[in-house]
């Protein structure tokens, strides 16, 4: 398998969800899974399904010499606030059918809600893993894992009800979201993303800049909830939370 540098494939990913990421994985790390790290409590996923993505999105973006990985900067307690909120409750999803499959071109035709599409995916999982006589998802190796993500994102696996592909590509994308979005959603700890890629994050205004062409921009990121103080304030709805040690 070729090597892919992890800032040749976020060069990608920023423009659009990768659709070959689960070959990435495992030119990232030597074929072992990393050691537990602390993560936040969370309020949607259950320990089980919490363990399969924290061990999941490590693969996806994992740590590496030019940073830190999707599970150090918060990713799990991005996709842990977004599906137990609005967005993962289908608040602005069209739900009155026909539930029919459709074209790659008509995007998500699905009844359920992300919330549901995810917890029945999760169950799904977990099933099928003990079908093949394997553990839980967290304790493969990390070749494993990579091998059993590549077999979510090429078949159409039964995940009750939910297509295997599916859940892989709405995984990645959250993924991703999760680790270039601003850190008042959640991920993106500390700015770790835009400080590897270099961008500046969400000021507000460049009223001193405009009449200047041509110049490098290499000003520290910064947060749409950033104060002052340089102080990042969680959205109200999206409280901050203590940490937990992963069992």
Do not use: C
């Not at 992890?6 to 070959?20: E, L």
């Not at 072992?32 to 409590?41: E, G, I, M, Q, Y």
């Not at 998802?137 to 009800?161: M, R, W």
């Amino acid at each position: 398998m070729e090597k892919i540098s992890r800032r040749s494939f976020f060069k990608v990913a920023g423009a659009a969800v990768a659709s070959t990421a689960a070959e990435v994985h495992a030119a990232k790390t030597g074929g072992t899974v990393p050691p537990p790290v602390h993560a936040a409590p969370y309020t949607f996923f259950k320990p089980e399904e919490a363990n399969f993505i924290e061990a999941a999105v490590a693969r996806l973006i994992p740590a590496d010499e030019l940073g830190p990985g999707a599970v150090e900067a918060g990713v799990p307690s991005y996709l842990d606030k977004q599906l137990g909120g609005a967005w993962g409750a289908g608040e602005r999803l069209y739900r009155s059918g026909p539930w029919r499959e459709g074209a790659p071109t008509q995007g998500y035709q699905l009844p359920f809600t992300p919330a549901e599409l995810f917890h029945n995916a999760l169950r799904g999982i977990r099933d099928d893993l003990a079908k093949r006589g394997k553990p839980a998802f967290a304790k493969l190796s990390a070749q494993e894992q990579d091998t059993y993500l590549k077999s979510l994102q090429d078949g159409t696996i039964d995940l009750n009800g939910v297509p295997s592909n599916v859940f892989f590509e709405s995984l990645l994308e959250l993924t991703i979201e999760g680790y270039f979005s601003d850190p008042v959603y959640g991920g993106n700890k500390d700015m770790v993303a835009w400080k590897m890629i270099g961008f500046p994050g969400a000021y507000a205004t460049y009223y001193t800049l405009v009449d200047q062409y041509g110049l490098q921009y290499t000003r520290a990121p910064m947060s749409l909830a950033e104060n002052s103080r340089g102080v990042i304030h969680i959205h109200p709805d999206i409280p901050a939370s203590l940490h937990r040690e992963r069992k």
